[in-house]
């Protein structure tokens, strides 16, 4: 079995949440040997070989297994050194370390930088640049290419040779031209490389305002719509994807920066967390993209992860005092202060858990004599992807408890836990994340309490609603009631046709929800959006007698239908 084979084999048993490493290998080892059933061979001498063979094919499983299982995502960051280790290299390895990657460093520049300014700069030469590039592309599985400070041509120019020569998986480009104190980082005769070279090899290119102006040639950069014009003509100029930070843009409440994929806008709104402690973003923000693409995310999750953290540690950072300068630098390791498992899981949200999402009741659990450990064990035990705890009527104290035990089982399952609206609750026994209505806690200010590793989820009835939902830093909404339930009263059903009007409306993904049960929730799933990702169901499971052989025939049919789909 090919190497590629393998590994591909691995990921899907990734996918099927087989996180256990000997579940992966036994499952590597099961689909390895389908190929060797190849061997239509009777006599001993070939029984002999096969056996040979199967053990060879084991022994490459098992280390191809060992080895993906071992391997840590792993940046390399092309910049400079910033000697108050605010910005550039510093920055980078902290940002990567902040989130969990490994990160090499190629320097291109040694800067005397502090809170006040550049002071000098010194260039590496190119030909020593160019032999940093080979002893860690030589020896190292780099994922992702990050490059911030890129003071001369030449530099530009070796390092797209380098590019060349070792291909890795994303190139995030941030163009470094003058530091937020007002210094230049690069002559402007790096632009032609950059144009000619460097750009079309990127798959996101990240310019701050004075940075994208510089790009286009002069044009002043004064509002969202200027940036939003900026980000499709500088996408013309051959990288995948635009980031325009507006960080500096004048008059603004907020910091909104500008992403385009090629097709859609995306505006990615904060507030402006008002510090002098901004000395950094910018690289940081491009590390944290390139960390998380690393991990495997999405070019729009990746940026989404990355605003957010920055926020998050600039308002964490608001008041801490270091140098005298006007430009201070901030803490990235806020998540330290405040560490927790689910933070340290390696992916805090991935849309396929959506497939069965189990929403328990109290009430049902009541009338059928069970508590609700064993009602979420049960759903778990049968294929529950991701569980909801909604706990209507309970007392604080009597929800966390509930909370914690139920963390507890589905921690041991692998399957997150959500709670339905109490972020309070959530944050006391460290949930995976929360689920809230319409009338709840707003998504963003839930965002805010949570930080940027908790998975949020928003009700949504309407298209308005999922687009306020993505902009709020949702990972996903809930859509419906589909069908007529009694699980919630005075609810709008809005059928088929409004799920489908909601999924349209937004990069989200979808879990369908409202009177679903094993009768019509392959005609849910059949309606074929990509981004409908699963259904929630409250009594199809718990309002029957054995949860446990409901959840088993409601996952069985899902995943035939999902799969179905994609044939
Ligand atoms: N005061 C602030 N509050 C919140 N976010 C900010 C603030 N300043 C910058 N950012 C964010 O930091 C990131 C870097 O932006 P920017 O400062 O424009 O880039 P650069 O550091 O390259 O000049 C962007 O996501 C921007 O929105
Ligand atoms: C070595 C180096 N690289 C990059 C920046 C830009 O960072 P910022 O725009 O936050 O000043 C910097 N000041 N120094
Ligand atoms: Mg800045």
């Known amino acids: 079995m090919a190497y590629a084979q393998l590994l591909s084999c691995h990921f899907n048993c990734q996918n099927s949440r087989l996180s256990n490493p000997v579940q992966v290998a036994s499952e590597v080892f099961r689909q390895s040997r389908g190929s060797s059933f190849l ?35 792993h940046v390399l960051t092309v910049a400079g050194s910033d000697s108050g280790a605010g910005a550039g290299i510093q920055a980078d390895l902290k940002a990567c370390a902040a989130r969990r990657v490994y990160c090499s460093t190629v320097i291109t520049a040694v800067t005397a930088q502090n809170t006040a300014g550049v002071q000098g700069v010194d260039i590496v030469p190119e030909e020593f640049v160019a032999e940093q590039l080979q002893s860690v592309l030589s020896d190292m599985h780099v994922d992702v290419v990050k490059t911030g400070m890129l003071p001369s041509p030449g530099i530009v120019k070796v390092l797209c040779q380098s590019l060349r020569k070792f291909q890795v998986r994303a190139l995030v480009v941030d163009p470094v031209m003058v530091s937020t104190s007002g210094d230049i980082l690069a002559s402007p005769s790096v632009l032609a490389g950059f144009r000619e070279e460097l750009l079309p090899m990127a798959d996101i290119l ?12 002069g044009v002043p950069l004064k509002s969202v719509s200027d940036m939003r014009s900026a980000s499709k003509l500088i996408r013309d100029m051959g990288p995948r994807n635009v980031l325009v930070k507006g960080g500096d843009l004048p008059d603004s409440l907020e910091a909104i920066d500008v992403f385009f994929d090629g097709e859609d806008f995306f505006e990615m709104h904060s507030p402006r967390v008002n510090t002098r402690n901004t000395h950094g973003t910018g690289c ?9 693409l690393a991990k495997g995310s999405s070019m729009l999750q990746a940026v989404k992860v990355a605003k957010r953290y920055i926020e998050t540690a600039l308002d964490y950072s608001r008041d801490i005092v270091i140098g005298n300068g006007s430009q201070g630098p901030f803490d990235h390791f806020l998540a330290l202060k405040n560490i927790s498992q689910s933070s340290l899981r390696q992916d805090r949200f991935n849309p396929n858990d959506l497939l069965l999402y189990a929403v328990t009741d109290s009430g049902m659990n009541r009338k059928w004599g069970r508590s609700i450990a064993d009602a979420v064990t049960a759903a778990v035990e049968g294929g529950a992807t991701i569980v909801q705890l909604r706990e209507k009527e309970a007392e604080t104290g009597d929800f966390l408890d509930a909370a914690k035990i139920c963390l507890k089982i589905c921690r041991s399952y692998g399957v997150p836990l959500l709670i339905n609206d109490r972020i309070d609750v959530a944050l006391a026994c460290d949930a995976d994340g929360v689920h809230v209505g319409q009338s709840d806690m707003p998504a963003r200010v839930a965002r805010t309490l949570l930080g940027p590793e908790k998975i949020i989820g928003v009700s949504c009835k309407t298209p308005e609603q999922a687009q306020q939902a993505w902009i709020d830093g949702a990972d996903y909404i809930g859509c419906g009631g589909v069908y007529p339930t009694n699980t919630k009263e005075n609810n709008r059903t809005i059928g088929l046709d409004g799920l489908k009007a909601v999924c349209l409306a937004s990069k989200l993904p979808v879990v369908a929800i409202g009177g679903i049960a094993s009768s019509n929730a392959r005609s849910v799933i059949e309606i074929g959006v990509p981004n ?13 007698e054995c949860v446990l052989t409901e959840t088993r025939n409601l996952h069985t049919l899902l995943c035939e239908a999902a799969a179905a789909l994609t044939k």
């Not at 239509?40 to 096969?50: F, H, L, P």
């Not at 940081?284 to 998380?292: D, P, V």
């Not at 409908?532 to 029957?544: E, I, M, Q, T, W």
């Open 206 to 217: 990240t310019p701050n305002i004075k940075e994208a102006s510089v790009l286009l040639g």
């Open 532 to 544: 409908l990702k699963g259904v929630a169901v409250v009594s199809a499971l718990f309002d029957r």
């Open 39 to 73: 061997f239509r061979n009777s006599d001993t001498t070939q029984k002999n070989q096969r056996r040979i063979v199967m053990n060879m094919q084991e022994e490459r499983a098992s280390k191809a297994v060992h080895d993906s299982e071992m391997r840590i995502p």
């Open 284 to 292: 940081t923000l491009a590390s944290c993209i390139a960390a998380e």
